[in-house]
Each structure stands twice: as structure tokens, then as C-alpha cells.
């Protein structure tokens, strides 16, 4: 019976071996799987620059998710850490502008603002008796609030000492890159070293057995969500020096990031497993899925699909594993076991490189006769954003030119890893139409340093010269929206004003025109003024609130089409007749609601030609053609008048 058993071991050795180093690191395995399909599926993919671009842009997210990578362990959840990433910057922002703080002192102030928000949902899990869950939900909409406030809604402009923190060193190592290293060596010391760590394990592991075997666990959940805090405030601090602005909206929905890091890294949500390493892995493997889509030209909706499906293998990995009788790869096993681990990642770092190298052969001359050119959208959530889409795609295929569209989700910070996707990979040209006027300036900047060109649609860049701004006049077109309501109404009347996403320069730009507007008109009274984020369905709850308050309004002015068609489901039979609705943009269904009479007016920007005028400066800027600097696509005001002589 002995020699049979030992007769099976022997022969199936080898592939026991291998199944089982698979298993035990699923995460680094998946890792270099997707390194070399990425070298072998794009050119661009394997370049320095470009490999440098995947750093930087898993940075942000990988101090967040070493932070997670604590409160996991010990079995709870953290879903603040993106707000308070944001609040923290807002606060360096203010103090370090606003009050002449210095920038020692108001770094200082950041991660105490860190440190303070981890402190309150440590005492409300550990003292107030309240779910992870619910505690740190509640904190996320707090600190998103609070950095709303102090910002008043704006992004802040950093000063240049803080800035550098996005830079790089000796002119090609990324600062975010050397901070991701040095916090994850700190999560890792943390974790594997210190009191604290063997007590996150414990908790994670067994909190009853650990309370009763003496630890103090209220304290110490207190200790672990101020560490999650204060790696929250550096992620944040990170993320405002690349954009060079404060950005009160900035790391919205990061901490699924974060959590789908660790858990990819191979940590269980149940808790008592759960490494640095490994959390850095998970957010590499996001921030390869990403910049290699990204470079695929697949749509950022499709990218949304594949990351979570990702994330749902990763669990199912897991499952396997612990099915399997595979050793937990999160407990890092002192003596012996760390140097079989630093061998496993040593061994596959020879292979990845071995195979990516053998990749290269599978790409000839990346020099192209089609023209590539990148258009990078704040979203394609908004039909104004898809007519600019439409119409830069039917330019660049009528002129021959290969077009690459990126979707940034309004999050400012996803729109400068796509710009420094395109710039690595050495398109002809960059369109990009921003979604924060300052925080796109690095990033152009870079592009125009590669000599890339760049052309602005509809907003423009702060901070970086481009070789074109392609734009209608917000601020003039908000002015006209104000005059065309206020003469419908007689020059008297009580309105109420809807406004865009607090914090992007389309917002700002058309509610200083709504108010320039009304100045000429004093029987005008604005008895409310509300956000709704661009987003038609928000447009129909603020509406319908804001009528309990005032049932006899008489007009309202929103800052897009999908909030003004949002308004006008709330009103009702009131929308075009006692109640009259002016929007703008020009989208198809708001000229059509005009055209119907539920709708007074839109100001109409032709999006489909500010798509098209810009892809046709950017082909002339790629063959050295002269370009004007500003090129102005006129709005207009549509009536029911003259909406049938109307084109967007």
C-alpha cells in the first residue's frame, strides 16, 4: 500500500506541483498571463514609457487598497476611503491656498483629516455597535460633502510644491510609483511585523476567541480604520499632485477599486487572510486591464464587463483554493515560507519576461501609413458627448484617419491615465475634450512634450497650450438661455435653476451665465438653485422636490437637456404652459421636446460639428498645416420657431 502510494506521488509529482503553485498564487499567475496577452495583442503595450503609465496609474489606487487590505483582514469593510481620499486633498487645497498654510503643515493637516475619519467609523463599529457597512456608507457620503463644501463645489488649484509630487525623477521615474513602493513596504511591515498586524489576523480570524484570549478588539479596530484613513489621505494627496488641482469629485467609486484589489490579491472578505503583496498584484492587474483596453480601443463600457468579471474569477479562485487544501496565499508564513514566496515571484518575473520578449517578434514596424488619432471624452453617459463622438467618427473616417475613443466617466483622474495611454503610444494626434479644465494641464502638457498635438473640444485647457480650442461659448450660451426665459416670462417671474456636476468647468462656465443673464431682468427671482449632475433622472427627483417648496414656479433654466427633459417630467401638463423650460445642448430629444412644446427653448451648441471640426484641426496639425487658435462654433437659441431649420 506504501509503495503505491509512493508510486502516485512520484508519477503525478510534477503536475501536483505545478496545480498547486497555480492555485497557491492565482493572482501573480493571472498577472502575467495578462502582461503577455497584452505584448502580444499591442504593439504599444510593451514600451518603457508605457509600462511606467501602468505604475503611476495603479498607484492611486494601490495606497488605497493596502489601506482596505487592514480592515479586510480583520473581517470588516471600508467604502469611504475614495471620499476621504478626496476630502483630504480638498483640505491641503484650501489650507495651503485659501490660509497661506504652510505645505509641510497643511500635508500635515491632510492626513489628520485621514486619521479623523477612520477614528469616527472606528468608534461607530466598535463603540456605536453600527455595521461596517453602513458606518463607512454613511462616512462616504460625509466626506464627499464636506470636500463639496470646502471647495464650494470647484476644484482648487495646488501650489507647485506639491505638484512636484506627480513629477518624476531624473526625468523618467514616476514620484506616485516610489510612493506605491514605500506604502506597500509599510502595509507589508505592518502587517507581517507589528502587534497590530497579528491582531488584524486575529479578528479576521476569530473575533470572539480573540476578545477572549485577552485583545482589546474595540481598540484595536479604532487603530486599524485611523491606518485606513491615513493611507486614504496619502492616495489622496497622490492623486491631486497628478492632476495639479483638488478635485471635490475626484475618486468617485475608487473604493471598489480598492476592494477588488485586495480581493484579487487573494484576501477573503470573511476576513484573517490577506497581504500587501498581494493587494498590490490586484491593483496591478486592474491597472493592466485598463491601459491595455485602453490601447485596444475597447469601450470603456465593454472595460467595465471584463473588470468585473475578473473580479468575480478571482472569487471563484478562491473558492477553489480553499477546496482545493491550497495554502492560503495571504498568510505570509515567517522564516522559510517568505523565501519560497520570494523565489515563486522571482521565478515568474524570469518566465513573464522570457515569453513578453519572445512577444516582440509578433509585431513588425509599428510605423503605420493610417493617421491615429485619440479622442477622449469626459463621458459618453450625456447624447451631447455622443454627438461630438458621432461626428468626430464620421470626420476621421470620410478623411481615411484611424479614430481611438475613450470614455473618462467624468472622473478627472481616469482621463489623464487614458491621455497618458495616448501619448505612449505615439498617436498623430490628441483630441480631448476635458473634464476638468486644470486637471487635464500634466497630462497635455506631456502629450505636447512628445510633440504630439492637441485640440480642446467644448472646454478648454488650463495651464498647457494646445494647438486648437474647438468651443462653443459656454458662458455666452448660459446668458442667452437666461435672456430667452426671462422675455418668455415678461421680464418677471419666480425660476428655479438646475445646475450641472459640482466641480467641472461646464457647470461653473454656464451657471456664471445664467447669472449674467438675469442681471438685466430684476422681476426675475431665482427662488432656488439645485444640482443635478447633468443626469435626466436627478433632473426629475430635484424637480419634484424642489415643487414642494414651490408649487408656483414659473420657469426653469437647467444647465443641459437631460436635466431640462427631467424638469419637465416632474412639472407635468405644466411643462409649456404655466411653467416654461429652457435647456441646453441641442441633443435630439431635447429638440424634440421643443418641437412638441414641452420644452420652451435649448441652446444649441452642434456637437456633431464640434466633433467633426475638431478631428479635421487635429489631421491638419499632424501634416503641419496652420491651425487658428480658437475656433468658435456658434450656439444658438431653438425655438418651436425655428427648430425644423435647426441641424446639431
Same mark, same amino acid.
Given at each position: 500500500?506504501?509503495?503505491?502510494?509512493?508510486?502516485?506521488?512520484?508519477?503525478?509529482?510534477?503536475?501536483?506541483?505545478?496545480?498547486?503553485?497555480?492555485?497557491?498564487?492565482?493572482?501573480?499567475?493571472?498577472?502575467?498571463?495578462?502582461?503577455?496577452?497584452?505584448?502580444?495583442?499591442?504593439?504599444?503595450?510593451?514600451?518603457?514609457?508605457?509600462?511606467?503609465?501602468?505604475?503611476?496609474?495603479?498607484?492611486?489606487?494601490?495606497?488605497?487598497?493596502?489601506?482596505?487590505?487592514?480592515?479586510?483582514?480583520?473581517?470588516?469593510?471600508?467604502?469611504?476611503?475614495?471620499?476621504?481620499?478626496?476630502?483630504?486633498?480638498?483640505?491641503?487645497?484650501?489650507?495651503?491656498?485659501?490660509?497661506?498654510?504652510?505645505?509641510?503643515?497643511?500635508?500635515?493637516?491632510?492626513?489628520?483629516?485621514?486619521?479623523?475619519?477612520?477614528?469616527?467609523?472606528?468608534?461607530? $463599529?466598535?463603540?456605536?455597535?453600527?455595521?461596517?457597512?453602513?458606518?463607512?456608507?454613511?462616512?462616504?457620503?460625509?466626506?464627499?460633502?464636506?470636500?463639496?463644501?470646502?471647495?464650494?463645489?470647484?476644484?482648487?488649484?495646488?501650489?507647485?510644491?506639491?505638484?512636484?509630487?506627480?513629477?518624476?525623477?531624473?526625468?523618467?521615474?514616476?514620484?506616485?510609483?516610489?510612493?506605491?513602493?514605500?506604502?506597500?513596504?509599510?502595509?507589508?511591515?505592518?502587517?507581517?511585523?507589528?502587534?497590530?498586524?497579528?491582531?488584524?489576523?486575529?479578528?479576521?480570524?476569530?473575533?470572539?476567541?480573540?476578545?477572549?484570549?485577552?485583545?482589546?478588539?474595540?481598540?484595536?479596530?479604532?487603530?486599524?480604520?485611523?491606518?485606513?484613513?491615513?493611507?486614504?489621505?496619502?492616495?489622496?494627496?497622490?492623486?491631486?499632485?497628478?492632476?495639479?488641482?483638488?478635485?471635490?469629485?475626484?475618486?468617485?467609486?475608487?473604493?471598489?477599486?480598492?476592494?477588488?484589489?485586495?480581493?484579487?490579491?487573494?484576501?477573503?472578505?470573511?476576513?484573517?487572510?490577506?497581504?500587501?503583496?498581494?493587494?498590490?498584484?490586484?491593483?496591478?492587474?486592474?491597472?493592466?486591464?485598463?491601459?491595455?483596453?485602453?490601447?485596444?480601443?475597447?469601450?470603456?463600457?465593454?472595460?467595465?464587463?471584463?473588470?468585473?468579471?475578473?473580479?468575480?474569477?478571482?472569487?471563484?479562485?478562491?473558492?477553489?483554493?480553499?477546496?482545493?487544501?491550497?495554502?492560503?496565499?495571504?498568510?505570509?508564513?515567517?522564516?522559510?515560507?517568505?523565501?519560497?514566496?520570494?523565489?515563486?515571484?522571482?521565478?515568474?518575473?524570469?518566465?513573464?519576461?522570457?515569453?513578453?520578449?519572445?512577444?516582440?517578434?509578433?509585431?513588425?514596424?509599428?510605423?503605420?501609413?493610417?493617421?491615429? $488619432?485619440?479622442? +477622449?471624452?469626459?463621458?459618453?453617459?450625456?447624447?451631447?458627448?455622443?454627438?461630438?463622438?458621432?461626428?468626430?467618427?464620421?470626420?476621421?473616417?470620410?478623411?481615411?484617419?484611424?479614430?481611438?475613443?475613450?470614455?473618462?466617466?467624468?472622473?478627472?483622474?481616469?482621463?489623464?491615465?487614458?491621455?497618458?495611454?495616448?501619448?505612449? +503610444?505615439?498617436?498623430?494626434?490628441?483630441?480631448?475634450?476635458?473634464?476638468?479644465?486644470?486637471?487635464?494641464?500634466?497630462?497635455?502638457?506631456?502629450?505636447?512634450?512628445?510633440?504630439?498635438?492637441?485640440?480642446?473640444?467644448?472646454?478648454?485647457?488650463?495651464?498647457?497650450?494646445?494647438?486648437?480650442?474647438?468651443?462653443?461659448?459656454?458662458?455666452?450660451?448660459?446668458?442667452?438661455?437666461?435672456?430667452?426665459?426671462?422675455?418668455?416670462?415678461?421680464?418677471?417671474?419666480?425660476?428655479?435653476?438646475?445646475?450641472?456636476?459640482?466641480?467641472?468647468?461646464?457647470?461653473?462656465?454656464?451657471?456664471?451665465?445664467?447669472?449674467?443673464?438675469?442681471?438685466?431682468?430684476?422681476?426675475?427671482?431665482?427662488?432656488?438653485?439645485?444640482?443635478?449632475?447633468?443626469?435626466?433622472?436627478?433632473?426629475?427627483?430635484?424637480?419634484?422636490?424642489?415643487?414642494?417648496?414651490?408649487?408656483?414656479?414659473?420657469?426653469?433654466?437647467?444647465?443641459?437637456?437631460?436635466?431640462?427633459?427631467?424638469?419637465?417630467?416632474?412639472?407635468?401638463?405644466?411643462?409649456?404652459?404655466?411653467?416654461?423650460?429652457?435647456?441646453?445642448?441641442?441633443?435630439?430629444?431635447?429638440?424634440?421636446?421643443?418641437?412638441?412644446?414641452?420644452?420652451?427653448? +435649448?441652446?444649441?451648441?452642434?456637437?456633431?460639428?464640434?466633433?467633426?471640426?475638431?478631428?479635421?484641426?487635429?489631421?491638419?496639425?499632424?501634416?503641419?498645416?496652420?491651425?487658428?487658435?480658437?475656433?468658435?462654433?456658434?450656439?444658438?437659441?431653438?425655438?418651436?420657431?425655428?427648430?425644423?431649420?435647426?441641424?446639431?
Amino acid at each position: 500500500m506504501a509503495a503505491e502510494t509512493l508510486k502516485s506521488g512520484t508519477g503525478a509529482g510534477g503536475a501536483a506541483a505545478l496545480r498547486r503553485l497555480l492555485l497557491d498564487n492565482g493572482a501573480l499567475t493571472a498577472l502575467i498571463v495578462l502582461v503577455i496577452a497584452m505584448s502580444a495583442l499591442s504593439g504599444d503595450f510593451l514600451t518603457t514609457d508605457n509600462l511606467l503609465n501602468v505604475g503611476v496609474q495603479a498607484a492611486v489606487t494601490a495606497v488605497l487598497a493596502f489601506g482596505v487590505t487592514f480592515v479586510i483582514v480583520s473581517a470588516g469593510i471600508d467604502l469611504s476611503v475614495g471620499s476621504v481620499a478626496a476630502l483630504s486633498a480638498t483640505v491641503l487645497g484650501w489650507s495651503a491656498t485659501a490660509h497661506g498654510v504652510p505645505v509641510v503643515l497643511a500635508v500635515l493637516l491632510a492626513l489628520a483629516t485621514g486619521v479623523a475619519a477612520g477614528l469616527v467609523n472606528g468608534f461607530l $463599529i466598535s463603540y456605536g455597535k453600527l455595521p461596517p457597512f453602513i458606518a463607512t456608507l454613511a462616512m462616504l457620503s460625509v466626506a464627499r460633502g464636506l470636500a463639496l463644501v470646502i471647495s464650494d463645489g470647484s476644484p482648487i488649484a495646488f501650489p507647485g510644491s506639491v505638484s512636484h509630487l506627480g513629477d518624476t525623477l531624473g526625468g523618467w521615474l514616476p514620484v506616485p510609483v516610489l510612493v506605491m513602493v514605500a506604502m506597500g513596504l509599510v502595509a507589508a511591515f505592518v502587517l507581517g511585523r507589528t502587534y497590530i498586524g497579528r491582531s488584524m489576523y486575529a479578528i479576521g480570524g476569530n473575533e470572539e476567541a480573540a476578545r477572549l484570549s485577552g485583545l482589546r478588539v474595540s481598540r484595536q479596530k479604532l487603530a486599524i480604520y485611523a491606518l485606513s484613513g491615513v493611507f486614504a489621505a496619502i492616495a489622496g494627496v497622490v492623486l491631486a499632485s497628478r492632476l495639479s488641482s483638488a478635485q471635490p469629485q475626484a475618486a468617485t467609486g475608487y473604493e471598489l477599486d480598492a476592494i477588488a484589489s485586495v480581493v484579487i490579491g487573494g484576501a477573503s472578505l470573511s476576513g484573517g487572510t490577506g497581504k500587501a503583496s498581494g493587494t498590490l498584484i490586484g491593483a496591478l492587474i486592474l491597472a493592466v486591464l485598463r491601459n491595455g483596453l485602453n490601447l485596444l480601443n475597447v469601450s470603456a463600457f465593454w472595460q467595465q464587463v471584463v473588470i468585473g468579471v475578473v473580479i468575480a474569477l478571482a472569487v471563484l479562485l478562491d473558492t477553489v483554493r480553499r477546496k482545493a487544501g491550497a495554502t492560503p496565499t495571504a498568510i505570509g508564513a515567517p522564516g522559510g515560507g517568505r523565501g519560497k514566496q520570494a523565489a515563486t515571484y522571482g521565478l515568474a518575473a524570469v518566465v513573464a519576461v522570457a515569453i513578453v520578449g519572445a512577444t516582440s517578434f509578433l509585431h513588425g514596424d509599428p510605423k503605420s501609413g493610417t493617421q491615429k $488619432i485619440g479622442l +477622449s471624452l469626459s463621458t459618453l453617459n450625456n447624447p451631447f458627448f455622443v454627438q461630438i463622438r458621432a461626428g468626430a467618427q464620421a470626420e476621421a473616417t470620410s478623411l481615411g484617419v484611424d479614430l481611438t475613443v475613450t470614455d473618462a466617466q467624468n472622473d478627472a483622474s481616469q482621463q489623464a491615465n487614458q491621455l497618458q495611454n495616448f501619448t505612449s +503610444s505615439k498617436l498623430g494626434a490628441i483630441v480631448v475634450n476635458p473634464v476638468d479644465s486644470d486637471a487635464a494641464s500634466n497630462s497635455v502638457q506631456a502629450a505636447g512634450a512628445a510633440k504630439i498635438p492637441v485640440i480642446a473640444v467644448d472646454r478648454g485647457v488650463n495651464k498647457a497650450e494646445v494647438n486648437a480650442l474647438v468651443a462653443s461659448d459656454n458662458v455666452a450660451g448660459g446668458e442667452q438661455a437666461a435672456k430667452a426665459l426671462a422675455e418668455k416670462l415678461g421680464g418677471s417671474g419666480k425660476i428655479v435653476v438646475l445646475q450641472g456636476l459640482a466641480g467641472t468647468s461646464a457647470a461653473r462656465e454656464r451657471a456664471e451665465g445664467f447669472a449674467k443673464g438675469l442681471e438685466a431682468y430684476p422681476g426675475i427671482e431665482v427662488v432656488a438653485q439645485q444640482p443635478a449632475d447633468f443626469d435626466r433622472t436627478k433632473g426629475l427627483d430635484v424637480m419634484s422636490n424642489l415643487l414642494q417648496a414651490h408649487p408656483d414656479v414659473q420657469g426653469v433654466i437647467a444647465a443641459n437637456d437631460e436635466m431640462a427633459l427631467g424638469a419637465a417630467k416632474a412639472l407635468g401638463s405644466k411643462a409649456g404652459g404655466s411653467v416654461q423650460v429652457v435647456g441646453f445642448d441641442g441633443t435630439p430629444d431635447g429638440l424634440k421636446a421643443v418641437e412638441q412644446g414641452t420644452l420652451y427653448a +435649448s441652446v444649441a451648441q452642434q456637437p456633431s460639428q464640434l466633433g467633426k471640426i475638431a478631428v479635421d484641426n487635429a489631421v491638419k496639425a499632424i501634416r503641419g498645416e496652420k491651425v487658428e487658435q480658437t475656433i468658435k462654433v456658434p450656439v444658438k437659441v431653438v425655438t418651436k420657431e425655428n427648430v425644423a431649420g435647426f441641424s446639431g
